[in-house]
């Protein structure tokens, strides 16, 4: 028997342990994933968390309720991939030998290194809502907020999904709105970057419904700490910004065990061929979803498309063909603007995120770059696919190239 080790079972390698298995069983191969725990957690639904929209409904499953039967899941901190004997060493103290490694460990954040997140003011005033603990006290707290200023900082890029902080704003606006407390309300976003978002057309069309919205932006704010007892956010350009809550994205970086094996970059991402998905630096080794380096968003989205290509890519190296160069960065993702409605943007390495109607193109239902409720109800739909389709490896009719029909430049 030969073995596919999967470090992750998230999102990206949930979906490949299954697509995999259904290419591979009774070829003489066994999928192996590992995972610290049974907790699967649909991350999306994070972002509703805080403001107690539609609670923690379906967040959580065990994960094995999701693999294929005949996929081997293993629950322990993995500690190191020893690349030189082809296993990886697990908490528990298992080494276990592979053919071919899959790296899917996701990304993780890291209040610790900017100084003042964590300390006397974490979870009293300083919140995140990228973890389920943090955004069920950052929900706690805004239940007992009357006024004042809440401030949104993204500390630097790159963070999993890039749009989430944006959504945040919409949906505080329109919750403030909602409580009737608006006029006491003052939003502002930090973000390092000098728009509301990476991609001129989408930053310009992200950045009108900001202001529409009354969010002040402080662009260019590249945070250098927080003072918990002043309640002031600095920048390292002598920026001071005060806050009464401060929802910090925090830096993000790889999972610790891939820079432990001293495979990866800087931030401990994975470098990874951002065409065929294979590890550069590694034999026998793909990569896909947050783990890797590439300079495309990370989202569940992206990881589906991801998987597709390098189910394909897999079956190749088997056959003992060199992959195909097919990943091209196709991203897309529905941004939540509060009141019921939507945008939705689609875009790949080449092509930044264009109006139109997608997926069919000319009818649609939903609209690119344009706020409507359509998307609002795809977004809404998402989880449902997410469980239902995204994860068990189901194909979806969506192709993991990125379409140029339908799009207006
Ligand atoms: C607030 C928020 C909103 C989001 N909204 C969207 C959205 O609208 N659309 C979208 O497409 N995406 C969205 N995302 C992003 C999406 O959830 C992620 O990009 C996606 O889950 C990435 O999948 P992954 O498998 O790479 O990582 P993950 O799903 O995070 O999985 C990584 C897995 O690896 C395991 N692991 C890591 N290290 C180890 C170790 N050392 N030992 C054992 N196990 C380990 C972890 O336990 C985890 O299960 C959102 C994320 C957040 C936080």
Redesign the pocket.
């Known amino acids: 028997m030969k073995r596919i080790v999967i470090?992750?079972?998230?999102?990206?390698?949930t979906m490949m342990a299954n697509k995999l298995t259904r290419e591979l069983t009774g070829r003489g191969w066994v999928i192996t994933v590992?995972?610290?725990?049974n907790n699967?957690i649909y991350?999306?639904g994070?972002?509703f968390v805080p403001f107690g929209m539609d609670g923690e409904k379906d967040l959580i499953r065990p994960r094995l309720r999701f693999l294929e039967p005949g996929v081997e899941l293993v629950l322990?901190?993995?500690e190191q991939i020893e690349p030189e004997a082809q296993q990886v060493a697990l908490a528990n103290g298992m080494r276990i030998p592979y053919d071919l490694l899959i790296v899917?460990?996701?990304?993780r954040i890291l209040p610790e290194e900017t100084p003042g997140l964590l300390g006397p003011g974490w979870q009293r005033d300083i919140f995140d809502?990228?973890t389920l603990e943090g955004a069920r006290a950052l929900h706690r707290r805004l239940e007992q907020f009357e006024g004042g200023k809440i401030v949104l900082n993204v500390v630097g890029m790159p963070i999993?999904?890039p749009v989430?902080p944006l959504e945040f704003m919409f949906l505080a606006d329109a919750w403030a709105t909602e409580r009737g407390i608006r006029n006491k309300v003052e939003l502002t976003y930090a973000t390092p970057l000098d728009a509301a978002f990476t991609k001129p057309k989408a930053a310009a069309a992200l950045g009108d419904l900001l202001e529409k919205k009354h969010v002040h932006v402080e662009s260019d704010f590249s945070a250098s700490e927080a003072d918990p007892e002043a309640k002031v956010l600095r920048s390292y350009d002598g920026r001071a910004v005060d806050y009464d809550i401060l929802v910090t994205v925090p830096l993000h970086g790889g999972?610790?065990?891939i820079a432990r094996s001293g495979m990866g970059d800087d931030f401990g991402f994975l470098p990874t061929h951002p065409n065929t998905l294979q590890a550069t630096e590694v034999d026998n080794t793909f990569a896909?979803?947050?783990?890797t380096d590439l300079p495309t968003s990370?989202?569940?989205?992206?990881?589906h498309f991801q998987a597709e290509v390098l189910v394909e890519n897999v079956l190749r190296h088997i056959r003992g063909l060199p992959p195909e160069a097919a990943f091209d960065g196709h991203a897309n993702?529905?941004i939540e603007t509060g009141h019921g409605k939507a945008i939705l943007i689609d875009f790949n390495y080449e092509t930044e995120p264009l109006p139109g109607r997608f997926p069919i193109p000319g009818i649609g239902p939903f609209h690119l770059l344009e706020e409507s409720h359509v998307n609002h109800w795809g977004?809404l739909a998402?989880r449902w696919a997410y469980w239902n389709l995204l994860v068990k490896g189901e194909e979806l009719p969506l192709d993991h190239r990125m379409a140029l029909a339908g799009k207006w430049s």
Not at 104 to 107: L, Q, Y
């Open positions: 470090v992750g079972g998230g999102t990206a390698g590992i995972d610290r725990d699967h991350q999306p994070l972002l322990s901190e993995l899917a460990t996701g990304t809502f990228y999993k999904c989430a999972d610790a065990a896909l979803g947050d783990a990370k989202a569940g989205a992206v990881a993702c529905f977004k998402f």
